[in-house]
């Protein structure tokens, strides 16, 4: 067994970065923050490619916003915390309150893009196909605030970059936050900001986003500790993290099949 030296031991990192007057500034709030700015860096970059005015973006950038905070928050309540609805079923609406979910998130974001498609009469795969490439840019940025905050952490460990959380106990872990940053984040984007460069059938990117995450988390929930509340839902594996990305892959791929070879793509 390897030496506790060979562990990296993580400093008792305060989860408030600094005050400033009446106002804590939180590792995971300038998460979000440098995620949304990094998305809008992205997406004014190529705005011009499907005629979006400036104006045009910082709105859709807000629609989205609006939809990673409340969708976030309403997905965790329900998929990971449904018992809170007993006791509070105004609950899912406190946006402030910790705990978010990146598939409530997700739903939160493609009923965000919806609407704005509607307002501004695109076609909502214009838009989905758009985004989908900047999407994995905030996750990274969060899953770096998850890892600052000292949560969501992995599993037991004895690898030599296995990490010790001083808030949770003295056992090495897996850096679960960091896999998934990497993965689901930094890595994908590049992927789909690269495949995207080029003309794509409509829905190609957003279901190439789809099946990419969905199978990038499905990996990096193995390395991670389950819901302490929840614990595996299914076969004394299954992680509710894997269980939901089971449909964003099927969607995917059927998207996929869905095209033709003119490049076109019939709604469902």
């Given amino acids: ?32 923050l440098l995620g949304f700015l990094g998305a809008w860096l992205l997406a004014n970059k190529r705005r011009h490619t499907i005629g979006l005015t400036e104006d045009a973006l910082s709105d859709l950038v807000f629609y989205i916003a609006l939809g990673v905070i409340f969708g976030g928050r309403i997905g965790y309540v ?40 509607r307002k ?11 985004i989908a490439p900047i999407i994995p840019l905030g996750i990274g940025f969060g899953r770096l605030g998850n890892f600052f905050n000292q949560e969501l952490w992995g599993r037991v460990t004895e690898v030599p970059w296995a990490v010790v959380y001083p808030y949770l106990d003295a056992l090495p872990r897996h850096p679960s936050q960091l896999y998934e940053s990497l993965l689901e984040g ?6 789909l900001w690269i495949y995207s460069k080029k003309p794509r059938a409509p829905w190609s990117v957003t279901a190439w986003f789809l099946i990419g995450y969905g199978c990038m988390r499905f990996v990096c929930e193995w390395f991670r500790e389950p819901d302490e509340h929840l614990g595996f839902v299914g076969f004394d ?12 892959i099927l969607i995917g791929l059927l998207l996929l099949k869905k095209y033709t070879k003119d490049g076109t793509c019939r709604l469902i």
């Fill in 1 to 32: 067994m390897k030496s506790q030296m060979a562990w990296l031991l993580l400093p008792a990192i305060d989860p408030i970065l600094f005050h400033a007057g009446p106002i804590n500034i939180r590792w995971y709030g300038l998460s979000y």
């Fill in 78 to 117: 329900l998929f990971y915390d449904w018992q809170l609805l007993w006791h509070a079923p105004w609950e899912p609406l406190l946006f402030w309150q910790p705990g978010r979910s990146f598939h409530g998130g997700l739903l939160g974001v493609v009923l965000a893009l919806w609407l704005f498609a």
């Fill in 120 to 130: 501004h009469r695109r076609p909502l795969s214009q838009i989905g196909d758009f």
């Fill in 186 to 191: 930094f890595l994908l984007c590049m992927a």
């Fill in 237 to 248: 594996w299954l992680t509710m993290g894997q269980l939901l990305t089971v449909p964003m």
